[in-house]
């Protein structure tokens, strides 16, 4: 819904309701009801920050940039992810809006969730350009052509919000499954033209908790907003990976782009 | 010092309740539905081979209102199976990138749903013209 | 207490924050590095950045091309031979970012493609799409990955440094996942904590933008150098403050009043057309422009929106495709918060506070005067931007002297030996005991959200796009008041765990003493130079009397002390400041002179 043009204008009362949790105190988590006053350009984050500036300083949540970069503020809002910064309260009025933090992950407090394991997931699949020959920097960039960057781009665009974990029924099922994030990650440097190192990150798509944890349930990138389209970046490694496996049946060992089997860091 | 303490939520059960989630076992239902009409015309296949009078049997049945109902059901996964079919499809394929640009995946959607269009087509024609 | 030992301490995971980190591991691998961050990396906001980063690369452009537009940007108050040094090492680092996997937006022939960008006289600045800031920054993080003696505190939150024997030999910092403190003990410690824009109301800055390293280094008596020197980005959406990139207007857009009237013309950047011109009209430096918009505004040429006055940023002519494709980002923020569709109609902008130009005192090897301690980035003065910064230099600030940071820290560390941890723990619980005083303080009744928003609207109305005298004074006087009111702050959240009012507060604590150090450095500087502007008699540059740097050193029970420090001026004596056709009149007077 687009927002009014008079926004500014007599501000409008929402209920939102956010799911809390302190440990020192609570058991299990807990709805706890405001009411917020709100104008149409105001964002869900700007909700958030009235209940705490306002009304109850104990409510904590990340946030930072407020335009979808960071990726700090994902959270379940209406009971579907989202990043409260770029949801609008206008949308949900009179409400109750439902605020709760993203699913599958452990709550350690109110919408803050547990990403430790999320950031090991990143950080085992190479997340780095392993080229076939490094240059010096004096002998400029690596060429690129437009088309050779497309191939790639939109999977580079991930800003790690997570709201794709908590889309994936897979992942809340098995927490061990790598997961769309890490995958479009692996994926923005398998396709990217400068890499060699192919082969080594393929090793990780090829086992259970890899590519072959996903259905297809295409969730995942009906949330992201960003458009990178994590679905895609897990499905067709479903089909290299097939490829690689009948390869590798056959004797041939198996493809990479360049010829090179292992590209270690330096 | 209690230290944190972090809750893990029990797992949501009800996946019917959230359209995405439905939307998703309905479409996976529909592969129940094309191993059924698998099963249909492998029964017809044996039928066949167990002579004529067997195979009249067996077509006398596929007229009947039950027979007819069941494949109308048939007919309506078949279709739900290949819409959501060639929706998943370009998920499969790394990008295209053809001069300069990214395939946009709805048009190998197109394309695909457009071959399945033909092919069904193609082969009411051969049908028809192999009546008797 | 857990008590962590490193060769290196680093206090910040953005651009800065991540080059020396990795600059430190590449020049010895056997130094440890601890780098700290109250956010995990990818949150720093070096990712809003959208513009672009600034190296030479063409063969028309050339190193003096980009230092004299710096130089004249930063209206003659740079460090020349820092500047030299900074122009010299952009395109090196541009490069290195690529070889790390940078996806820099490209050519036809698979080059890199450069754009246009304020005050550039030509075309240097590398751009990834419209999103140059977050590519650099991911870069930046997953290639720090692949060094093993860089060990990450995510979510770390630092609340003091520890000075020992006149040396800064680590830092306290609080685990925000359990409210626990750390000792994180080194023999050098670089602060990469970027700027402070947060202390005003409108601002493109994330929330995380609080100053922090600046006023841990302040309090430690570290002079804060230039201080007053905000910057105000013209095209920013009016209430929030977020930004559209400069890049809008790198790309044509074009920027009307009510009228409909492209007014920059009346200020000294015409002509109007050919359009787009460098260093003209609305590629005119940023200070220039958001001083233009204050006039207009009192002109009553502006329209009229729920959150102040705005003027138009008008980029209907760049046509629907080569917006989706060059500018995305704008077209989504548009969309979402203000209902436009930047093909079908303009975007109301204002200018808001984007960067401080001014910050932690350091030289050209990123040393401050306190040894051991080591600054980088937008935290950080190092003399490159002066009185105004030209976009694209500050993302390329990050790698060039972040790498250096990285550098001069492990040469530090290398020179001194470590103090035995235990030394440095009593100080460490001392911090620890003040840090926790906060959440059990009972007497007053201050809410942390009243003190900063007063502040903030303080801040907004006396060191604005101009500036008077009284009204400075009043938001000095203001600043004190708040001072006082914050030890009379009660906190709602009284636990240990992710306890964000706490981190709130003692954020509060570190803008609070950013602001009255920018304050008082504006009230100070009685003249008018980049952006530091004043209409109270005080209109004009004043060479003679004010061509130095402003110090302002922190007073733990008083207002600070204010003093100055030389500009280095190597070649490039302060001549007249200008763009547009008086900017290339000036030129061919020159071209002229040398030919005869």
Not at chain 3, 76 to 92: K, P, R
Not at chain 3, 522 to 540: C, K, M, P, V, W
């Given at each position: 819904m687009p927002p009014d043009a008079a926004a500014g204008a007599a501000s409008r009362e929402i209920a939102i309701g956010v799911l809390r949790y302190r440990c020192e105190t609570d058991q299990r988590p807990v709805w706890q009801a405001y009411r917020v006053p709100f104008t149409d350009d105001m964002s869900v984050l700007q909700g958030l920050q009235y209940i705490k500036d306002r009304l109850d300083g104990t409510l904590s949540f990340r946030w930072s940039c407020r335009m979808a970069i960071c990726g700090s503020c994902g959270m379940m809002i209406g009971a579907v992810p989202k990043l409260a910064c770029m949801t609008f309260l206008r949308d949900y009025h009179p409400g109750p809006l439902t605020v709760e933090p993203l699913e599958h992950f452990p709550i350690e407090r109110d919408l803050v969730v547990t990403l430790s394991g999320f950031i090991k997931k990143l950080e085992s699949i190479y997340p780095y350009l392993i080229p076939s020959t490094q240059r010096r920097l004096d002998e400029g960039e690596y060429l690129q052509t437009p088309s050779q960057l497309a191939r790639y781009e939109t999977f580079s665009d991930c800003i790690n919000c997570m709201l794709c974990y908590a889309a994936c029924p897979q992942f809340g099922e098995n927490p061990d499954f790598i997961g769309p994030g890490a995958m479009a990650l692996l994926q923005r440097y398998n396709g990217d033209s400068r890499d060699a190192a192919r082969a080594k990150r393929m090793e990780l798509v090829h086992t259970d908790n890899g590519a072959w944890s996903c259905t297809a349930v295409g969730y995942c990138s009906e949330v992201c907003p960003k458009q990178v389209d994590p679905a895609n970046a897990v499905n067709q490694n479903k089909t290299k990976s097939a490829l690689d496996f009948f390869v590798r049946f056959l004797g041939q060992p198996a493809h990479s782009r360049t010829g090179a089997s292992d590209g270690g860091p330096p | 010092m209690t230290g944190p303490r972090p809750y893990l939520r029990p797992a949501k059960t009800a996946w019917w309740a959230h359209p995405p989630y439905l939307a998703y076992t309905l479409r996976e239902a529909t592969g129940v539905a094309v191993a059924g009409y698998a099963l249909v015309l492998l029964a017809g296949l044996i039928n066949l081979a167990s002579g004529e009078e067997a195979y009249d049997a067996w077509l006398n049945f596929l007229k009947s209102p039950w027979s007819l109902a069941l494949h109308l059901l048939f007919l309506i996964a078949m279709i739900g199976h290949v819409w959501t079919w060639f929706q998943i499809m370009p998920k499969t394929m790394p990008r295209l990138v053809i001069g300069g640009r990214v395939l946009p995946q709805n048009w190998i959607t197109a394309a695909g749903l457009a071959v399945a269009m033909a092919a069904f087509v193609i082969i009411l024609l051969v049908a028809e013209w192999m009546q008797p | 207490m857990n008590l962590?030992?490193?060769?290196?301490?680093?206090?910040?995971?953005?651009?800065?924050?991540?080059?020396?980190?990795?600059?430190?591991?590449?020049?010895?691998?056997?130094?440890?590095?601890?780098?700290?961050?109250?956010?995990?990396?990818?949150?720093?906001?070096?990712?809003?950045?959208?513009?672009?980063?600034?190296?030479?690369?063409?063969?028309?452009?050339?190193?003096?091309?980009?230092?004299?537009?710096?130089?004249?940007?930063?209206?003659?108050?740079?460090?020349?031979?820092?500047?030299?040094?900074?122009?010299?090492?952009?395109?090196?680092?541009?490069?290195?970012?690529?070889?790390?996997?940078?996806?820099?937006?490209?050519k036809a022939d698979g080059h890199v493609n450069v754009r246009a960008f304020g005050g550039m006289k030509i075309e240097r600045t590398w751009f990834a799409a419209d999103k140059s800031g977050f590519h650099i920054l991911h870069t930046l993080f997953?290639?720090?990955?692949?060094?093993?003696?860089?060990?990450?505190?995510?979510?770390?939150?630092?609340?003091?440094?520890?000075?020992?024997?006149?040396?800064?030999?680590?830092?306290?910092?609080?685990?925000?996942?359990?409210?626990?403190?750390?000792?994180?003990?080194?023999?050098?410690?670089?602060?990469?904590?970027?700027?402070?824009?947060?202390?005003?109301?409108?601002?493109?800055?994330?929330?995380?933008?609080?100053?922090?390293?600046?006023?841990?280094?302040?309090?430690?008596?570290?002079?804060?150098?230039?201080?007053?020197?905000?910057?105000?980005?013209?095209?920013?959406?009016?209430?929030?403050?977020?930004?559209?990139?400069?890049?809008?207007?790198?790309?044509?857009?074009?920027?009307?009043?009510?009228?409909?009237?492209?007014?920059?013309?009346?200020?000294?950047?015409?002509?109007?057309?050919?359009?787009?011109?460098?260093?003209?009209?609305?590629?005119?430096?940023?200070?220039?422009?958001?001083?233009?918009?204050?006039?207009?505004?009192?002109?009553?040429?502006?329209?009229?929106?729920?959150?102040?006055?705005a003027v138009y940023l008008d980029l209907r002519h760049l046509g629907a495709r080569k917006l989706r494709e060059r500018l995305p980002q704008i077209c989504e923020i548009a969309e979402h918060f203000l209902g436009i569709d930047p093909a079908e109609r303009p975007i109301p902008v204002r200018p808001a506070v984007h960067y401080t130009m001014g910050g932690i005192l350091v030289n050209i090897e990123t040393a401050s005067p306190l040894p051991g301690l080591?600054?980088?980035?937008?935290?950080?003065?190092?003399?490159?931007?002066?009185?105004?910064?030209?976009?694209?230099?500050?993302?390329?600030?990050?790698?060039?002297?972040?790498?250096?940071?990285?550098?001069?820290?492990?040469?530090?560390?290398?020179?001194?030996?470590?103090?035995?941890?235990?030394?440095?723990?009593?100080?460490?619980?001392?911090?620890?005991?003040?840090?926790?005083?906060?959440?059990?303080?009972?007497?007053?009744?201050?809410?942390?959200?009243?003190?900063?928003?007063?502040?903030?609207?303080?801040?907004?109305?006396?060191?604005?796009?101009?500036?008077?005298?009284?009204?400075?004074?009043?938001?000095?006087?203001?600043?004190?008041?708040?001072?006082?009111?914050?030890?009379?702050?009660?906190?709602?959240?009284?636990?240990?765990?992710?306890?964000?009012?706490?981190?709130?507060?003692?954020?509060?604590?570190?803008?609070?003493?950013?602001?009255?150090?920018?304050?008082?450095?504006?009230?100070?500087?009685?003249?008018?130079?980049?952006?530091?502007?004043?209409?109270?008699?005080?209109?004009?540059?004043?060479?003679?009397?004010?061509?130095?740097?402003?110090?302002?050193?922190?007073?733990?029970?008083?207002?600070?002390?204010?003093?100055?420090?030389?500009?280095?001026?190597?070649?490039?004596?302060?001549?007249?400041?200008?763009?547009?056709?008086?900017?290339?009149?000036?030129?061919?007077?020159?071209?002229?002179?040398?030919?005869?």
């Open positions: - | - | 962590v030992e490193a060769d290196i301490a680093i206090v910040g995971a953005g651009g800065a924050g991540l080059r020396a980190a990795i600059a430190a591991a590449e020049a010895d691998r056997g130094v440890t590095i601890a780098l700290i961050s109250k956010v995990y990396p990818m949150r720093s906001h070096t990712v809003a950045a959208e513009g672009g980063s600034a190296g030479v690369v063409q063969a028309h452009d050339s190193l003096e091309h980009h230092f004299n537009d710096t130089v004249v940007g930063g209206d003659w108050l740079c460090d020349q031979d820092v500047v030299d040094y900074f122009v010299a090492h952009c395109t090196d680092e541009m490069v290195q970012l690529e070889h790390w996997g940078c996806p820099w937006s490209r997953q290639t720090s990955i692949k060094y093993p003696s860089i060990r990450r505190f995510d979510e770390y939150f630092c609340v003091d440094l520890i000075v020992e024997d006149g040396r800064c030999q680590g830092v306290v910092a609080i685990e925000i996942a359990t409210g626990e403190f750390a000792l994180v003990a080194a023999k050098a410690v670089i602060i990469a904590t970027g700027g402070a824009g947060r202390v005003f109301l409108q601002n493109t800055n994330g929330g995380i933008v609080t100053g922090d390293g600046m006023a841990l280094a302040y309090r430690h008596g570290v002079p804060l150098r230039d201080m007053e020197f905000v910057q105000y980005h013209p095209t920013c959406m009016p209430g929030t403050g977020l930004l559209f990139t400069e890049g809008c207007r790198g790309e044509g857009g074009i920027l009307t009043n009510r009228d409909g009237y492209r007014y920059l013309q009346d200020y000294g950047l015409g002509p109007p057309d050919p359009w787009p011109r460098n260093k003209a009209m609305e590629l005119g430096p940023r200070d220039r422009i958001s001083q233009a918009f204050w006039h207009e505004e009192r002109k009553g040429r502006t329209i009229t929106t729920p959150h102040g006055e080591f600054a980088a980035g937008e935290c950080s003065s190092i003399g490159i931007h002066g009185a105004n910064r030209l976009g694209s230099n500050s993302l390329a600030e990050l790698s060039v002297f972040g790498k250096v940071a990285g550098a001069s820290a492990v040469a530090f560390a290398r020179s001194v030996a470590a103090t035995p941890i235990a030394t440095l723990e009593r100080q460490a619980q001392d911090v620890e005991r003040r840090m926790l005083s906060l959440i059990v303080a009972d007497g007053g009744s201050e809410r942390p959200a009243v003190l900063r928003d007063e502040m903030a609207r303080s801040m907004e109305a006396g060191c604005s796009i101009y500036r008077l005298g009284a009204e400075m004074q009043a938001t000095c006087d203001t600043i004190a008041t708040l001072k006082e009111r914050y030890h009379g702050l009660r906190l709602d959240d009284r636990s240990r765990v992710w306890n964000t009012e706490w981190l709130a507060a003692i954020e509060l604590g570190y803008q609070l003493d950013v602001a009255e150090a920018i304050a008082h450095s504006a009230i100070n500087r009685r003249e008018s130079r980049g952006a530091h502007q004043r209409l109270d008699g005080f209109d004009t540059r004043d060479d003679a009397s004010f061509l130095k740097h402003t110090l302002v050193h922190y007073r733990p029970d008083g207002p600070p002390r204010v003093d100055y420090g030389p500009v280095t001026i190597t070649r490039s004596p302060p001549g007249r400041r200008a763009y547009g056709v008086e900017a290339e009149r000036i030129e061919q007077t020159e071209e002229a002179s040398h030919a005869a």
